[in-house]
């Protein structure tokens, strides 16, 4: 009996791999936790027991994107995207790469790493284009953020690698969980009084949208500074020691503020990005839309609300009617397009 195909988009990451599977009008999304920088056998043995769980019973059709080449476990970028790439050979499945060029190549063919590397952003634009004529997307992620552009329904971004997203401000190397509150701000004043943040890893940004339950702990998919709890409670013990101090009951309402302060900064640092690409490409475009992608898209909400920016979820373009587990299709923005896109082209 001939088996039916189901299609997974891969983004294999350096902290995280999400994966998509489409299965007829059903999604399944996850999201492993993986310090691909530490071992890459963890990675390795999770592709493989996904396929073990599903080969039997379907035809496997996988699409892969990256970020994860850039861990230091790889002497060089390019043999991270040949040593990602091999963990799906011998799988029984199909696999095709998505390459800088918005097309995907065959497995087995030869494929050059340059063209692969950190282009999964690339796949959630292609994804989004055709819906809406003018688009900033903004895909708010626990540890970047991708900055999407389309004018006319056509990707206008100039970015080649990471290092030319830098430049351009279409990638910003902040997220809002894994970073370091440190990245985003080295002292908070209150009522004239300064707290001057300490650059260590004892809290992160999760922490921050713990305490002001902007990011609940069952979409936190990273592990805390301290490996405990992923509760208020915890984010502010953790919080404290970046400024120097103990956490007590008497300083929580203190721990608030600094919350509240730190999430403004980065609010306009979202703000000013996303002006910066209004007035440099947009400026006379009527139908604008930004478009908040990620765990951190409430941010995008908040700052578009602020501005009367006209304000999308990404969600509001997901035609899907089951979808499977807790995690956010949002979240795993670059799975779930890499797995759209292969079954339009692969059917």
């Known amino acids: 009996m001939k ?24 999604v399944n999304c996850k999201i492993k936790f993986c310090e691909l920088w530490k071992t890459t056998k963890e990675i390795k043995k999770f592709i493989s027991e996904t396929h073990k769980k599903f080969s039997n019973k379907y035809k496997i059709i996988n699409a892969i994107s990256m970020s994860g080449e850039m861990c230091d476990i790889f002497p060089s970028r390019e043999i991270g995207v040949k040593k990602i790439l ?39 634009a292609m994804y989004l284009k055709g819906f809406n004529k003018n688009i900033i997307g903004i895909d708010l992620g626990s540890t970047t953020t991708d900055i999407i552009l389309i004018k006319n329904n056509k990707i206008i971004n100039k970015r080649k690698n990471d290092f030319t997203g830098l430049t351009l401000s279409e990638l910003i190397y902040t997220g809002c969980l894994r970073t370091p509150i440190s990245a985003i701000v080295n002292k908070v004043k209150i009522r004239n009084k300064l707290y001057n943040v300490i650059p260590e890893n004892f809290a992160s940004m999760a ?19 301290d490996n405990r709890p992923k509760t208020c409670y915890y984010s502010m013990k953790r ?5 120097g101090f103990d956490y007590s009951k008497s300083k929580k309402h203190i721990l608030l503020s600094l919350s509240k302060k730190i999430m403004s900064i980065h609010l306009n640092q979202i703000n000013s990005i996303i002006n910066y690409h209004i007035k440099d490409k947009y400026s006379t475009i009527k139908d604008l839309k930004i478009i908040g992608i990620g765990v951190g898209r409430e941010l995008v909400r908040r700052v578009c609300k602020k501005n009367k920016w006209d304000y999308r979820d990404f969600m509001n373009y997901i035609d899907i009617k089951k979808i499977k587990g807790i995690t956010n299709v949002s979240d795993i923005a670059p799975a779930f397009a890499l797995s759209h896109l292969i079954k339009n082209e692969y059917d």
């Open 3 to 26: 088996k039916r195909n189901i299609y997974i988009g891969w983004d294999i990451g350096g902290a995280n791999t999400k994966y998509c599977i489409l299965n007829n009008n059903t």
């Open 86 to 124: 091999s963990f799906f050979n011998n799988q029984k499945s199909d696999s095709y790469v998505f390459l800088k060029n918005k097309k995907f190549i065959k497995m087995n063919r030869n494929i050059s790493p340059d063209l692969v590397a950190s282009m999964n952003w690339l796949a959630v």
């Open 207 to 225: 922490d921050i949208y713990s305490i002001l339950s902007i990011i609940p702990s069952k979409y936190n998919y990273i592990n805390s500074s």
């Open 239 to 243: 919080l404290a020691r970046i400024f």
